[in-house]
């Protein structure tokens, strides 16, 4: 029998118009959508269908944006084929939240409200400090660690064979780069972002989002739950609380989370999100895993 896990995207997946098709066409996917633009009291699905980009990539809108696009997916998908089902979920960063509302951690609206708040706090973060991210391609997680300690940033991300994501100020982002090349790390690319995220510059929005997290109802889920945190399965609402609060500024081990997965018999992957960035970083963790990406209407088809 296969076993599989759902895959749920991160903040930098966002696309403008990305959901317009589930709410037109699913009535689930459409009740979701009603209900968070009601509980947030802004316009999600005017920045999710139609934009501006400018306001969509926003953290505040686009981490509850991902959410529900995510969760909207998923509702089609049971609505389409009542028996589908799942034995695992993960999510990258933003994601982790999606994943935990999949497997019934916290309800939707509970979800809804913590990344809201969430997304907040991270814009306001990155806002009154000035940080930036850089990634190396080609770089070992040692290797990616070194430059780290070299160029006083931090590892925020290891997404794959070869990709790690530095974060820290952007003043030192700059000389990070000459030090990875002087290292031979074959490519070091600053990124286009608004915040040193996965770092210490994000411990105002980690502080301020703890005591959301601790009001919230968690319980435990019915499928297992990988943390970006620990990339080990988190299953007692305690621990839910504080590797959701360590994420905020620790690294996301995304590659772990994934071979942890693999290891636990995981044969089938669904990556729910536009785009298929889960599913690329996938392939190349493990070129013989099986992943189908969804990010819209028609591709709910290819589930079948």
Same mark, same amino acid.
């Given at each position: 029998?296969?076993?599989?896990?759902?895959? !749920?995207s991160?903040?930098?997946?966002?696309?403008? $118009?990305?959901?317009?098709?589930?709410?037109?066409?699913?009535?689930?996917?459409? &009740?979701?959508?009603?209900?968070?633009?009601?509980?947030?009291? !802004?316009?999600?699905k005017?920045? +999710?269908?139609? $934009?501006?980009?400018?306001? #969509?990539?926003?953290?505040?809108?686009?981490?509850?944006?991902?959410? @529900? =696009? $995510?969760?909207?997916?998923?509702?089609?998908?049971?609505?389409?084929? +009542?028996? !589908?089902?799942?034995?695992?979920?993960?999510?990258?960063?933003?994601?982790? %939240?999606? &994943? =935990?509302?999949?497997?019934? +951690?916290?309800?939707?609206?509970? /979800?809804? =409200?913590?990344?809201?708040?969430? /997304?907040?706090?991270?814009q306001?973060?990155?806002?009154?400090?000035?940080? $930036?991210?850089?990634?190396?391609?080609?770089?070992?997680?040692?290797?990616?660690?070194?430059?780290?300690?070299?160029?006083? #940033?931090?590892?925020?991300?290891?997404?794959?064979?070869?990709? *790690?994501?530095?974060?820290?100020? #952007?003043?030192?982002i700059?000389?990070?780069?000459?030090?990875?090349?002087?290292?031979?790390?074959?490519?070091?690319?600053?990124?286009k *972002?608004?915040?040193?995220? =996965?770092?210490?510059?994000m411990? +105002?929005?980690?502080?301020?989002?703890?005591? %959301? #997290?601790?009001k919230?109802e968690?319980?435990?889920?019915?499928?297992?739950?990988?943390?970006? !945190?620990?990339?080990?399965?988190?299953?007692?609402?305690?621990?839910?609380?504080?590797?959701?609060?360590?994420?905020?500024?620790?690294?996301?081990?995304?590659?772990?989370?994934?071979?942890?997965?693999?290891?636990?018999?995981?044969?089938?992957?669904v990556?729910?999100?536009?785009?298929?960035?889960? &599913?690329?970083?996938?392939?190349?963790?493990?070129?013989?895993? @099986?992943?189908?990406?969804?990010?819209?209407?028609?591709a709910?088809?290819?589930? &079948?």
């Amino acid at each position: 029998m296969k076993k599989r896990a759902l895959l !749920f995207s991160g903040q930098g997946a966002q696309a403008v $118009g990305m959901g317009k098709d589930l709410y037109d066409q699913s009535k689930a996917a459409r &009740a979701l959508y009603d209900q968070a633009e009601a509980a947030l009291k !802004f316009p999600l699905k005017e920045y +999710s269908f139609s $934009g501006p980009e400018d306001k #969509l990539t926003d953290t505040s809108v686009c981490q509850p944006a991902l959410y @529900v =696009h $995510g969760l909207a997916l998923l509702a089609a998908a049971r609505e389409q084929k +009542s028996d !589908f089902d799942f034995t695992a979920a993960a999510g990258l960063s933003l994601g982790e %939240y999606t &994943a =935990h509302a999949a497997a019934g +951690s916290f309800d939707f609206l509970t /979800g809804l =409200h913590l990344v809201h708040h969430r /997304g907040r706090l991270m814009q306001e973060a990155a806002s009154s400090t000035k940080g $930036g991210m850089i990634s190396l391609i080609g770089a070992t997680p040692e290797q990616a660690i070194e430059v780290a300690k070299e160029a006083q #940033l931090e590892a925020a991300n290891f997404n794959c064979p070869g990709q *790690v994501v530095l974060s820290g100020p #952007l003043d030192l982002i700059s000389p990070a780069v000459e030090i990875a090349k002087a290292k031979g790390i074959r490519k070091a690319i600053p990124l286009k *972002v608004s915040g040193a995220y =996965h770092s210490k510059l994000m411990i +105002s929005a980690q502080n301020a989002l703890q005591p %959301y #997290l601790d009001k919230a109802e968690i319980k435990s889920p019915r499928v297992t739950v990988i943390a970006n !945190f620990t990339a080990k399965p988190v299953s007692k609402p305690d621990e839910i609380r504080k590797t959701l609060s360590q994420q905020v500024c620790g690294s996301v081990r995304w590659e772990e989370s994934v071979r942890e997965l693999i290891g636990q018999g995981i044969t089938e992957f669904v990556e729910f999100g536009p785009g298929a960035v889960l &599913a690329g970083l996938l392939k190349r963790i493990d070129g013989n895993a @099986v992943c189908v990406t969804v990010g819209d209407f028609a591709a709910l088809q290819s589930l &079948a």
